[in-house]
């Protein structure tokens, strides 16, 4: 059993409520979204990495002296064998989280934290062929819905403007069963600079909303340099 790792890497976790935990990141090959803003594409080719077994990965993992580790992509969720991948990081007592777009559902893992980022419009690529290939997965409400019910989770929207907040809040509403104490709003940007000059608006609305303001510490540390 062997699956497309396009790479592992020891960092702090960047984003969520679990920022600034350090944590080993093992990111798998291959996603069907196309988000305009993302800051992985070169993890989009389901190919894009080497082949490694479940125990290759598992054994890798333990070389650094952390409990956390974050499987992310690409998008995990859409691979086969992430239950057995799962399972064995579990085996060796690691608290595991899952980075997901929220657009396929697997049951019954043993994932601490399912970190779920719904694709909302402002994700659309301005390329036509490009958006019609990331319309065609880029939310799907019942997967969520499986997502939210079923695994611990927090939600994280990316808020490019102000606009966004509409969109956001009509999403939660349409879900119906979200912990507003999950939800979560993170800048877009994918530099230092745009992270700056974006965090005050999100951190007004998060003012104006009560809902939680989301670091990119990554960004803000390393101004996004890869494996960091």
């Not at 580790?69 to 969720?77: H, L, N, Q």
């Not at 990331?134 to 997967?143: E, G």
């Not at 709003?185 to 608006?201: C, F, G």
Request: overall charge neutral; proline content about 5%; charged content about 20%.
């Amino acid at each position: 059993m062997r699956m497309f790792v396009n790479e592992i890497f020891y960092s702090l976790q960047g984003e969520g409520f679990l920022v600034g935990v350090p944590s080993v990141f093992v990111r798998l090959a291959g996603c069907p979204l196309r988000c305009r803003w993302c800051d992985t594409k070169y993890a989009w080719s389901k190919e894009a990495g080497r082949q490694q077994t479940i125990n290759e990965i598992v054994h890798l993992v333990q070389k650094w002296p952390c409990r956390y580790v974050v499987v992310t992509g690409g998008e995990p969720m859409i691979n086969s064998d992430m239950p057995q991948l799962v399972e064995g990081l579990k085996n060796i007592d690691k608290h595991i989280t899952i980075e997901t777009a929220g657009i396929a559902y697997i049951p019954n893992m043993p994932c601490d934290l399912m970190s779920i980022s719904p694709k909302l419009s402002n994700s659309i690529p301005s390329d036509e062929k490009l958006a019609a290939i990331h319309k065609n997965s880029q939310l799907d409400m019942a997967v969520l819905g499986e997502l939210i019910e079923n695994y611990s989770y927090q939600l994280k929207f990316v808020v490019d403007a102000e606009s966004d907040l509409k969109e956001i809040e009509q999403t939660i509403e349409r879900l119906g069963n979200v912990n507003v104490e999950k939800v979560m709003l993170m800048p877009q940007a994918v530099t230092r600079d745009e992270y700056l000059k974006k965090a005050p608006i999100v951190a007004d609305l998060c003012k104006h909303t009560g809902y939680t303001f989301c670091q990119r510490l990554h960004i803000l540390l390393w101004n996004n340099q890869k494996g960091c």
